[in-house]
């Protein structure tokens, strides 16, 4: 707007000669001052983009894993916010996991109540059965009521709400999937494993056989004695079913000299179902590696990842490369290995290999620090948990709480 001297000077100028032009002017600056008003009134209770954030809610993990059921990650729950007033006599602030916004006839989850110290409320809850509490929950709503009587779900007037967060699950225009669903296929459950009976998310079960695949490999490295080995069928076992864990039941079959099943071997069938590695470009589903790495891309494009989950979530992409590398390393070696004669796996080549072999699947479990640099390279024990961590999300103060603050100050 032109600065306010020359243009009432120019309108008192013209106001001389033409009156009706001075009364439009003050009608049209009227009208505008009252629309930015109403406007300005409009931007107070502004959505929760723009609120500022009260805490943290995350999802933590007990590790007490199951190869029958999804539970022992996300099992556990964390959350901070700050400042809280205390709640008026005779109340407590409860908090709740609710189920998602398209689904609000699910299940909810009351979490319990938050303890206070100064202007801080916290809340710890582990799950005593484990339950997987990400596979079926996706927001949080703290509520101020009766501490007497404790409430069975939270109250419908939403005088009483105090907080909530909710992790994204808009899906962008051309994805299939919201950062929600990315992160439940990656840590409860995806639907290419449930069709093979594998209950769980794509990280517990990449964890969970990279893990067998280490203690097969260590088997075989400490049964070998040279000349004096005398279990080389017991060798030959376990490296056919670490091939199992690599490569998957079916190409390991493809690559095996002479082929024994699963079963025949000590091994689920379901377990090794799907390998490591992604021996085929057109292979369905994809291995668990190439799997992972589809939804951590995925997460990455979401509507609502923040920065600094893109930064995790890089790191974890990079982490997963470098034990994809570590693992092509392992595949080759055994693969060789199986290749060998009863005599030649009694030679010092064979030693190598086996060696060679546990340590590139040990630095794929637990990582390594590079002798040169001094710098670490991760292993998916610690992908598991920093993927853990993306279930976290920003707490923010309800609206109308908001409101009824802003207003109670005049």
């Known amino acids: 707007m032109p600065p306010p001297i020359p243009i009432g000077s120019r309108v008192f100028a ?18 505008i001052l009252v629309v930015l008003i109403f406007a300005e009134r409009a931007r107070l209770p502004v959505g929760s983009a723009a609120k500022p954030t009260a805490g943290y809610l995350y999802f933590l993990s007990s590790g007490q894993m ?37 689904a609000p006839e699910n299940p909810l989850f009351l979490l319990g109540t938050l303890t206070l110290h100064g202007d801080e409320g916290s809340l710890f809850y582990n799950n005593p059965e484990h339950t997987n509490l990400l596979a079926f929950t996706s927001q949080l709503l703290v509520t101020e009521e009766n501490s007497v009587v404790p409430p069975l779900s939270p109250s419908l007037n939403t005088e009483d709400w105090r907080y909530q967060a909710i992790i994204p699950q808009q899906v962008p225009p051309g994805q299939t999937y919201s950062f929600r669903d990315h992160l439940r296929h990656l840590l409860a ?7 093979y009976h594998l209950p769980g998310g794509l990280i517990p079960w990449l964890t969970r056989n990279i893990q067998a695949a280490y203690a097969q490999a260590t088997n075989a490295r400490d049964a070998w004695q040279g000349n004096r080995t005398s279990s080389i069928t017991l060798i030959r076992h376990d490296l056919m079913a670490l091939l199992y864990y690599l490569a998957g039941a079916s190409n390991a079959q493809q690559e095996l000299p002479t082929i024994l099943p699963p079963d025949a071997l000590s091994l689920e069938s379901k377990a090794v179902s799907i390998g490591l590695l992604q021996i085929d470009a057109q292979q369905d589903p994809p291995a668990y590696l190439n799997h992972v790495l589809l939804h951590l891309n995925g997460l990455f494009s979401s509507a609502g990842t923040t920065p600094s989950e893109r930064t995790q979530i890089s790191q974890i992409i990079t982490t997963i490369e470098t034990i994809n590398v570590w693992l ?29 072999l546990a340590t590139k699947i040990s ?6 620090r590079d ?16 993927a853990t961590d993306l279930a976290s999300v920003e707490i923010t103060r ?8 802003e207003t109670s100050r005049f």
């Open 398 to 405: 309800y609206p109308a709480q908001d409101h009824a603050d």
């Open 66 to 102: 199951s190869d029958t059921s999804n539970q022992g990650i996300a099992d556990q729950v964390s959350l901070k916010v700050s400042p809280v007033r205390p709640p008026a006599a005779g109340e407590s602030y409860y908090a709740w996991l609710l189920p998602d916004q398209n």
């Open 371 to 386: 002798a040169v640099t001094g710098n670490v390279e991760q292993g998916v024990q610690w992908v598991i948990q920093v």
């Open 189 to 195: 459950s995806d639907p290419k494993l449930q069709a």
């Open 363 to 368: 630095y794929a479990l637990a990582g390594r």
């Open 14 to 31: 013209l106001a001389e000669k033409r009156p009706v032009r001075l009364w439009t002017f003050l009608t049209l600056l009227v009208v």
């Open 328 to 356: 092509q390393q392992a595949h080759q070696d055994v693969k060789q290995l199986v290749a060998m004669t009863d005599q030649q796996l009694q030679q010092p080549q064979a030693t190598f290999l086996l060696n060679d």
